[in-house]
């Protein structure tokens, strides 16, 4: 585990841009036990080869004019064991990787960006991918 | 603290998910973290053998739904390395 000083910061990032952060496993479950509607959780990481771009791409995203319903962030490596049960709403085929992100609906990945998706990518390529995404999913259910 | 890194100076491909062909049976899927003069080294490995899932269908199901860690480190002689690739650039998407 990282210094909680060192890591402040890239908590305070993901607030700042309207994420919810999930810090325990009754947060987790109080979120994801029986969601509706869609929802983006962020795996968040100290990595800067991956986390220091997946974190600026999803800003980015997020100003797309369709987003996700809610949008979440765990801390892997800090808050472990909410980031476990967040994992587990993923179900078992998906393999941790951090940083990552989900996008569920009704409790379900409908798409997930593995860390190796955002590794040595431009912000702009993670955002494009993210706003595809979102305009799939996350448009109105007719 | 947007593109922090907590290990400057790194290899080119550090952190990055590579796909590791060798000589021998075994392929490798992991991030790479650093590499000297023999030996690779690699770490959160998934292993693909040859005569086992087909290595396309590994590769495919690897980038769909994440690397499945056989080994947390491996390092491989590099005398045995045939190629090194980004699994983003091999499999597909």
């Not at chain 1, 593995?114 to 007719?142: N, P, Q, Y």
């Not at chain 2, 100076?9 to 790479?32: A, K, M, P």
């Not at chain 2, 045995?80 to 597909?92: C, D, F, H, Y």
Request: aromatic content about 6%.
């Amino acid at each position: 585990m990282y210094d909680p000083r060192l890591v402040q910061p890239m908590r305070d990032e993901t607030v700042a841009m309207g994420l919810e952060e999930l810090t325990t496993v009754a947060e987790v479950d109080a979120v994801f036990a029986n969601h509706n509607g869609t929802a983006l959780v962020l795996v968040n990481s100290v990595c800067g080869c991956a986390a220091g771009t997946a974190r600026p791409a999803l800003k980015q995203a997020l100003s797309h004019g369709v987003t996700p319903d809610n949008v979440y962030s765990v801390f892997a490596g800090m808050d472990k064991d909410a980031t476990q049960r967040a994992r587990s709403y993923f179900g078992e085929d998906f393999q941790p990787s951090s940083p990552s992100m989900a996008l569920l609906r009704d409790g379900e990945v409908v798409t997930m960006l593995h860390r190796h998706m955002i590794e040595g990518r431009s912000l702009e390529d993670i955002a494009a991918d993210l706003t595809a995404a979102f305009d799939k999913h996350c448009g109105t259910t007719v | 603290m947007s593109g922090h890194v907590f290990h400057p100076g790194h290899h080119d491909l550090h952190g990055i998910t590579v796909v590791v062909e060798t000589s021998g049976d075994n392929t490798y899927v992991g991030r790479f973290d650093r590499e000297d003069d023999e030996l690779a080294y690699l770490k959160d490995v998934g292993v693909h053998e040859a005569g086992s899932q087909s290595w396309g269908e590994y590769l495919d199901r690897t980038m769909l739904y994440g690397v499945k860690v056989d080994q947390r480190d491996l390092v491989v002689p590099r005398a045995e390395i045939t190629s090194v690739r980004k699994l983003t650039e091999v499999a597909g998407r």
